[in-house]
């Protein structure tokens, strides 16, 4: 017998920049067009039926216009089709044109497209570059940096994917004007998870401007996205792959992704983590890290961003409970939960290795969700 050492010690340089701004798309084309990701002359627009005519077709025809062959390739609009299948599909209708690994993605849509589209790009050809035109405010705020990309299967979101970072990420806020008021919302469910967890003057300045958002006013969308990437940011450099820091951003989503589920995708994964945050402040107070009136600044924010802070009616509270424990953080069996620590910083606990997830029994959450 022998051992063949194969040594390989890698060295990776994933620095990119996020540009927040409007009117992006001549940015976007220029940019790929002069080169500046690379000399790529093919290129995969991936975008969903919403985004299509409203940017991606636009954004394909100025491409084609550089002498670069973009094929544009669409799906169903959401979460549903965040899928292994729709991936394979937009994978095997790329290879039908003719793209091969010399090829580039480009992401135009909200989180659904970014996380389809960044992973297909990590598996297409073993990995080709990517960049985001971020067309929707969750996806500013979260879904678009942070190189997590993923599919959804049947037992729970996010469950199959890679760590892979884009080369740019767009944030072109004209965009958000023709979201609809339920999509600011979600948007904002992921703004406020980030001032509870780290900028507790980002919540004041949402509880002095939050309605400020619904009418677009330039100088307070700028003012968030900033602060949502500067968040973001700070957690996702520091803890890359998701093994210790880099769980707050979790805060609301232990619940929040199972209300989704078990939603059957009545709620929008904004609105889903809406729910969660309150579960989880709910929680916290139980345990003595935030007050009553703390956890009423939450409620009251959350409302004013109109989204729910209740478990709707349909949803089986059992059922809720049992999906939990899909939940990526659960550890041996025991639910995981991140806590919040006042407004604006996370419970943090060396016992037991428990980092920024506390163990919480069965018992005590489903205290907290009788009272949702
Ligand atoms: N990768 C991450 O770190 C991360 C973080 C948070 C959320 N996510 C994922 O992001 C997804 C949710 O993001 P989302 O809310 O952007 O979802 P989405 O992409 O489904 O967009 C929401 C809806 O808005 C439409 N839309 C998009 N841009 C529009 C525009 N400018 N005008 C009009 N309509 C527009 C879409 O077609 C869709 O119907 C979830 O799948 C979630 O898991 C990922």
């Known amino acids: 017998m022998s051992v063949f050492e194969c040594k390989l010690v890698k060295t990776v340089d994933d620095s990119y920049n996020i540009e927040i701004g409007r009117s992006l798309v001549d940015t976007l084309v220029s940019e790929i067009s002069g080169g500046v990701f690379g000399d790529y002359k093919k290129l995969a627009v991936i975008t969903d039926s919403n985004v299509l005519p409203l940017y ?9 216009e550089k002498g670069i062959k973009a094929e544009l390739f669409s799906f169903e609009a959401g979460e549903q089709s965040k899928t292994r299948e729709v991936k394979a599909f937009i994978e095997d209708s790329m290879l039908a044109c003719g793209l091969r690994r010399d090829c580039m993605v480009v992401a135009v849509g909200g989180g659904v497209v970014s996380d389809l589209a960044g992973f297909i790009a990590g ?3 073993r990995g080709v570059p990517f960049v985001i035109y971020s067309t929707t405010l969750l996806s500013a705020a979260d879904a678009s940096i942070g190189g997590k990309t993923a599919v959804d299967t049947p037992l729970a979101t996010n469950l199959i994917g890679l760590f892979n970072q884009p080369r740019k990420v767009y944030i072109d806020i004209d965009t958000w004007k023709t979201l609809s008021e ?29 309605e400020r958002v619904f ?14 990437c500067r968040v973001k940011y700070q957690v996702v450099m520091k803890d890359e792959r998701e093994s210790s820091l880099r769980e707050i951003l979790n805060l609301g989503h232990t619940a929040g992704r199972a209300v989704e ?3 059957g995708y009545r709620l929008e994964h904004g609105e889903a983590v809406a ?17 009553a009136d703390d956890v009423e600044r939450v409620k009251n924010l959350i409302q004013r961003a109109k989204l729910p802070t209740e478990i709707p009616q349909y949803i089986d509270k059992n ?8 939940d990526k953080k659960v550890r041996n069996g025991k639910l995981r939960f991140v806590l919040q620590k006042g407004i604006g910083n ?3 606990s060396d016992e037991q290795g428990a980092g920024y997830a506390l163990p919480i029994s069965e018992s005590q959450i489903a205290s907290v969700f009788e009272r949702m």
Do not use: M, P, W
């Open 56 to 64: 991606a077709e636009d954004i394909t025809q100025k491409l084609c």
């Open 123 to 125: 598996t297409f050809g």
């Open 182 to 210: 339920r999509h600011i919302s979600c948007g904002l469910a992921e703004t406020i998870k980030h001032a509870l967890i780290a900028d507790c003057d980002l919540f004041c300045y949402l509880e002095e401007n939050i």
């Open 215 to 228: 009418s677009l006013d330039k100088e307070v969308c700028e003012h968030i996205a900033e602060a949502n």
């Open 261 to 263: 589920t078990v939603s």
């Open 275 to 291: 729910i969660g945050l309150v579960a989880a402040a709910l929680l916290s107070q139980d345990l003595g890290f935030t007050t």
């Open 319 to 326: 059922k809720l409970l049992k999906k939990l424990y899909t």
């Open 346 to 348: 996370v419970v943090y």
